[in-house]
């Protein structure tokens, strides 16, 4: 059952990267290869997602019977999400280059060599997870960990806090302009908001972000006069200039995968997920063709068949669950129930109505109602309301919401693998040490949203 869930992965990625390219219709194949998907990933789930799938799955299903829909909804209902997963697909293959290349020894050969006192290290630490999980996604968190474990615990009074506080944010701003952000992605999706016109706001916000952390930790935990970081636990690359070049290619591959996707945008191919996995497939190749000529890949490559590929397995099946059961509400006369609802609190809202969105979303993730699943929700509910604000405010203060949420919810993924790997509570993580960056981040973005959305 995993050889087949790998390879109808790969085979699902791979229909989406060639589907801009060819002028017959996939719809029929891709369907079909999300189906053996479903069936082979859900006998791999863990048990949190397997109930979560199976309850999305049978309420779909069941709305999809009971409303009579037609083939043809049913084949949207079941590829309504397949793009995420390919997405997840092609942005897993970025583990290969980075295990090859050391480039997690590099890092951190670099920041200690470099950085003195709290202040800086925490700074660096979260724009550090910033970058990697631009295109390392979720797989960005056992990186830090292992790259700064060994320093941190040696220079800094509360590692706990200190690692729960750094990795948890610059993991959750990410999602605000990273092309391979599932969260953004959703919020594009669920408003036709394009992926170009969200990006500089997105960065922008990331950065006041990471700056508003930067502050109230300097207040509250971080010292000025902490030790030089140890470098003696950066053994693998102890000359200055090949982790230089090595850092220097972790940025270009970033700028690479923007400015791809960006051109990919001006040239209209195929729809933004297709940009988004055609920009990670070129700059992946790129940088394994370049990397080849210094060490051996096959290892490497074998390495993420045995067990990268299969790291996807877990939220397949829930994409594509979430997408039957979204595409069912969509077509269901309980969305016409619900928006008439929601157009009366908005009327009477008014403006006030975006703080309304994100609040929403951040108060169903503390209760265990993931944000993926609330953003598709509330984006295509909202997108055929008339609110005072443009489609752009609406996606950035959905945007806003989702990447809080990461941060404030006991439930999330990102909350309990940060928890479990510092051997902290996932409580502690998400309510007694991001509670006051999240409320100070939470206006500030909506204000910046309605603006930003109203002006530019």
């Not at 706990?160 to 992605?185: D, K």
């Not at 693998?236 to 070049?245: D, N």
């Not at 397949?316 to 619900?338: C, N, R, W």
Request: aromatic share 12%; charged share 10%; net charge positive.
């Amino acid at each position: 059952m995993k050889l087949l869930c790998k390879i109808v992965l790969l085979a699902l990625a791979g229909l989406h990267l060639i589907k801009p390219f060819v002028t017959i219709d996939l719809s029929a194949a891709i369907c079909i290869t999300a189906v053996v998907v479903l069936l082979s990933g859900m006998t791999m789930m863990g048990k949190g997602f397997f109930k979560a799938t199976l309850t999305f799955l049978f309420i779909g299903l069941a709305l999809l019977f009971y409303f009579g829909q037609p083939l043809s909804i049913w084949t949207a209902a079941v590829t309504s999400m397949t793009n995420v997963i390919a997405i997840l697909v092609v942005m897993q293959t970025f583990s290969i280059p980075i295990k090859i290349g050391q480039y997690n020894t590099a890092l951190q050969y670099w920041l200690n060599k470099s950085v003195r006192g709290e202040g800086p290290l925490f700074l660096l630490t979260t724009a550090a997870t910033h970058v990697f999980t631009s295109f390392l996604m979720f797989g960005a968190i056992p990186v830090m960990i292992s790259l700064m474990e060994h320093t941190l615990k040696k220079s800094v009074g509360n590692y706990q806090r200190f690692m729960a506080a750094a990795v948890s944010r610059g993991y959750a701003l990410a999602s605000l302009w990273a092309p391979g952000a599932i969260n953004l992605f959703l919020v594009i999706q669920a408003t036709g908001v394009s992926w170009s016109a969200v990006f500089v706001p997105g960065v922008i916000l990331s950065f006041i972000g990471m700056a508003i952390s930067y502050g109230i930790e300097s207040k509250l935990q971080l010292k000025a006069d902490a030790v030089r970081p140890d470098v003696s636990g950066a053994q693998g690359l102890p000359a200055e200039k090949p982790a230089g070049r090595r850092v220097l290619h972790i940025f270009l591959a970033v700028a690479g995968l923007i400015m791809l996707t960006l051109l990919f945008d001006r040239l209209h191919i195929g729809a933004t997920y297709n940009r988004i996995i055609l920009a990670g497939f070129v700059v992946i190749f790129a940088w394994l063709s370049w990397l080849s000529r210094e060490v051996s890949i096959t290892a490497a490559v074998k390495s993420y068949w045995q067990e990268g590929v299969l790291k996807t397995a877990d939220l397949a099946p829930f994409f594509i669950a979430m997408g039957i059961f979204s595409t069912a509400l969509e077509h269901s006369g309980f969305m016409v129930l619900l928006q008439a609802a929601l157009q009366q609190a908005a009327g009477v809202l008014g403006v006030f109505s975006i703080v309304l969105v994100p609040l929403l979303i951040i108060l169903a993730a503390v209760f265990g109602l993931h944000p993926f699943m609330t953003i598709v929700m509330f984006g295509k509910i909202l997108t055929l309301l008339s609110l005072p604000v443009t489609s752009l405010t609406l996606a950035l203060c959905l945007a806003v919401g989702g990447s809080i949420s990461y941060m404030v919810s006991p439930f999330a993924g990102l909350i309990l693998t940060l928890a479990k790997m510092i051997n902290a509570k996932a409580e502690e993580v998400a309510l007694r040490w991001n509670w006051q960056f999240c409320l100070v981040y939470f206006f500030v973005g909506i204000v910046f949203a309605y603006y930003w959305g109203q002006n530019m």
